[in-house]
């Protein structure tokens, strides 16, 4: 539901974001044009340059919850199977 609740809005924007009850967070729509900046981005946390960049408007869709975690590396799978484990 997030998801499409996503892509429905983000639709004719440069990017659109889900703003949960605590912040910002993934997933992120990012339209076409924006797909060349990409490839100067590096690191896990490189689409955030691009979102806090103020070059591109940025339209946060909101979204009932806390920001899920982010899982990346093994480390990040770790912490979130100890977080949710009895």
């Known amino acids: 539901v997030t ?5 429905e809005a983000g639709v004719g ?7 949960y ?7 992120f729509w990012l339209a ?3 797909f060349g900046e990409l490839a100067d981005l590096h ?13 591109f408007y940025v339209l946060k869709v909101p979204v009932d919850g806390p920001v899920p975690l ?10 979130l199977i100890a977080a ?3």
């Open 3 to 7: 998801v499409r609740r996503l892509i």
């Open 13 to 19: 924007e440069s990017i659109a974001v889900c703003r």
């Open 21 to 27: 009850d605590d912040g910002i967070g993934h997933p």
């Open 32 to 34: 076409r044009g924006v």
């Open 43 to 55: 690191g896990d946390k490189g689409v955030w340059k691009l979102i806090d960049s103020g070059r």
């Open 70 to 79: 982010d899982v990346d590396t093994w480390d990040d799978y770790e912490r």
């Open 84 to 86: 949710v484990a009895p």
